[in-house]
């Protein structure tokens, strides 16, 4: 697999939803190429920071939500 290949297939890769070869296919690429292994750790870092972000609000608008339960409740 060359770079553009690798390149084209990175998400799939993170996602793990390619096939059991291509998979190992792009590990073994990223293994001999700093370029692509570098694109990987910035993409699965952007993906990680959206994760948590998406996580974080999530808490916080249920945070919110308890606090107007709360005080709806101790209005009544
Ligand atoms: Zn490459």
Redesign the pocket.
């Known amino acids: 697999m060359n ?1 553009t290949e ?1 390149a084209s297939r990175l998400q799939l890769f993170i996602d793990e939803e390619l096939i059991f070869q291509d998979m190992e296919s792009i590990r073994k ?1 990223l293994q001999v ?1 700093p ?2 292994e570098k694109r990987f750790q910035t993409e699965k870092l952007f993906k990680q920071t959206l994760k948590d972000k998406i996580m974080k609000r999530n808490i916080e608008s249920h945070v919110v939500d308890g606090v107007k339960d709360f005080i709806h409740n101790s209005s009544n």
């Open positions: 770079c690798v690429h190429c370029d692509c």
